[in-house]
Structure formats: C-alpha cells, structure tokens
C-alpha cells in the first residue's frame, strides 16, 4: 500500500495544476496594432481567439453533391446542346406550321433523386437508348407544353388552355411520338461531331418513380430547354449520367475550342472524299460590253452584237464567280470548248486588264 501513495512533491504539483484551472481567465489587452474584435454576433462561450477572419469565406458543405461539378464535360454538352436547341425550334416551327422558340435555359450536375424530384407527375418521361454509349438517356417533356403541341398537330391552334394532369392516351402517345422522333433526330446532328449516337425510345412512363435504371444518388448532368409556341411555354428536360459523357469530354475539348470537329486522319479522309463529289460551276467568260437600256429592248432573235474584244485575246474562266485561269476559245469534236493558258495566283479580272 505504501507504494501506492502519492509523494509530498507529487502532491504540490497535482494541487498547483488545480488551482490554475481554477483561476479566472485575465482580460486580454489590445493594442491599437492588434486587429480589432469583430463587429457581429458572437455565439454564447465563443472565445475571440477563434473568431472568424473577416477575409474568410465559409462555403457551406452540400452532401447531396459531394462530387465537385465536372467543367469540361458541362461545357461540352452546353456546347452541343445549344446547337440542338437552335435546330430543333426550326425544325418544330416545320412541323407545327407555326413559329416554335427552343432555348437552353440552365445546364446543371446534380444527383438523379434531385432530377427526378422536380418532374411533374403525371409527365410524358422516356428512356432513350443511345447506342454505342453504354449509359441511357432521359428526357422529360413537361404537360404545360406537350398538350399545347399535340392540339396544334390535331389542328388547333395552339393556345394555352387548362392543362390536363392525366397519362397520354394511345393517340396522343402516337402524336407524341412523331414530336419525339424529330427531337431525337435533331439530338443526333447536334452530337454528330463528339459522338455519333444511334438513339431510339425504350420505354414511355407516366410516373419517372418507375424508372429503376439509375441510382438515386448517381451524378447526372441536367439540361433543361424552354419550349414556346404563342402563349404556351414549357420545360424539356434532358438527363445524362455523367459516367456516359466523361470519357468524351477530352476528346471534344479541341472541338469546342475552334468550333468544330477534331480533324484527324478518317475525318480528313471522309471530308476529302466528299469534296471530289462535290458540283462546282466553271464559267468561260467571252466578253462583256455595256448597251442603252433602248438598245436592250429593241433586240430581236438574229440581232448582231459586236465587241470591242479581238478573237485571239485570251477569255476568262470564272469558278463560283471567281477568275481562276486564262485560256482560248476553240472547238473540240463539233463542242464550243476552250483550252487553259495560264492559271491566275490572285482573283483578278482579265477583262480589266485587257482594257
């Protein structure tokens, strides 16, 4: 037992460390150098050694999204996804016969259960397979502007009137389908130079809660277009899992960054292969004179018009209206044909210069 006892030593320090904690806490002098004691509220035991940095920002955690949003494939799909809507409110003023405005109005990441929370039910939600991505798509045409552009497909006029908050029936399904069938094919011209895509409807549901295909917590980019027909407008909504779209973000940086399509060797090839099938004009350009307008309405078939051009100055050849080569007149096998003299290094007129 004695060995267990503390000592006299062992007891002044344990007492001393008591009493220090005991000990009120002296007031902390500032001088006129020291940074100044923050204005706002302090929370109750708050010390001001801890107190906040007025240079400080605090960023409030969301742990719905605790993946930092992807820049480059955003970019990408706004990019692509602008084309669309460019082209597919041309395209629904066609069928419509009536002016139709498509606008991208946001382009967002956020979970699945996010997306499909803000979907009005029931609503027209297809799942799209877009083939050789291994992902699906999914897209959401709001009631508040598929009722208005089936009316106007049956022959109405389009006008805004109550919305009916019901399933399709089987021919407004069928309508819709033909709505959906242009979107899908303006959907893969817009895509055509990032990814061809093969896109096709796999299933049509009332109810988005239906579709299973998707976790709810899995990161999906959302774009959501505005539709406008007269007085009717309303929302399409485009979801894609952002695992499909990752992978092409790289590929099409470049693509975004000059406007167009990366330029590689099958590209160039195909591009290359269609120009040599392409019809250009070609134009002999024998003389031109200038006549009154009386002199102009006076000829008659047989009329003679003669020119201040000799018969051996070389004439000029024009390619889409533009002077490219010198050659001379002559015939060929009973033909009107003409050889090339010289090719031209810079459009000029040689008219002009034989003047």
Known sequence: MADELLSQAE?????SALE???EPARPTLRTPSSSPPSSGPQPPGASPAFAASPREKI???DFKRQQPPAAAPLRMLRVVHETFARNLA???SVMMRTPVDVALAAADQMTYADFTSGLETPTCYQVLAAAPLEGKFFLDLSPSILFPLIDRLLGGGGDPGPIARRPLTEIE???TSRVTALLLQELAAAWQGVQPLALAVERVESDPAAIRDVPPAEIVFALIFELKMHESRGPLRLCIPRNTVTPLAGAADGW????QPPAGGEALS??????QQAA???VARLAEIKITSADLFNLHVGDIITTDKDVHTPIAVCLEGVVKFRAHPGALQGHKAFRIEEALPAPSDPLDEQA
């Open 270 to 275: 195909s591009l290359s292969a269609g120009l």
């Open 280 to 282: 250009v004009e070609l």
């Open 20 to 22: 220090a904690d005991e």
């Open 90 to 92: 041309a395209a629904l």
């Open 256 to 259: 975004i960054r000059r406007g």
């Open 173 to 175: 399904l069928r309508l």
């Open 11 to 15: 007891l002044d320090t344990l007492l």
């Open 59 to 61: 960023l409030a955690f």
